[in-house]
């Protein structure tokens, strides 16, 4: 049962991701399942100190990323789902899954920043290959904003593989 927790879980982060790519939002009804499952998943087979180990590090990852939303340089989606992957990684793990944020941080900055315009010019490219449309993702559009849900997405998804 566990596995399929996790393949749904996994499902969820990948929604998010795609999501947020394609139009720079998150939908809360996602994040809610997220925090839904961890819910299930407590019922059925408590962690061990779930308040200090899971609760407490989510409630710190909230006030930290709406204090950089507030100030303008986080959106709303991203610090839900951020707070919903911290709750779900835990205390023990939190070290690695911050390392991993940051390294996946940089390489959407070099993909949505530094690379922008050639990712656009292959979909245009592929498009006259294929002979119809393939539309332009609004986070690539708009060059103005990085969708961090798709690097919390990657991080939370390495937090499984590990295992």
Not at 115 to 135: C, D, K
Not at 151 to 159: K, N, Q, R
């Amino acid at each position: 049962m566990m596995t399929a927790v996790m393949m749904a879980y996994a499902a969820l982060l990948i929604a998010c991701a795609a999501t947020d790519v394609l139009t720079l939002r998150i939908p809360n009804i996602l994040v809610g399942a997220i925090v839904a499952l961890f819910v299930f998943v407590c019922v059925v087979n408590p962690p061990p100190s779930i308040l200090w180990a899971h609760v407490m590090p989510a409630a710190v990852a909230f006030a930290l990323g709406a204090a950089i939303f507030f100030a303008g340089k986080m959106g709303g989606g991203d610090v839900k789902l951020l707070t919903a992957a911290v709750l779900w990684v835990g205390l023990p793990k939190l070290g690695f899954f911050l390392i991993s944020l940051a390294l996946y941080g940089m390489i959407a900055i070099l993909v949505f920043s530094v690379f922008r315009r050639q990712v656009v010019g292959v979909l245009a490219w592929t498009s006259v290959r294929i002979g119809h449309p393939i539309p332009t993702p609004v986070s690539l559009e708009t060059g103005q904003s990085i969708p961090y849900g798709v690097v919390i997405a990657a991080a939370a998804l390495m937090m499984i593989a590990r295992g």
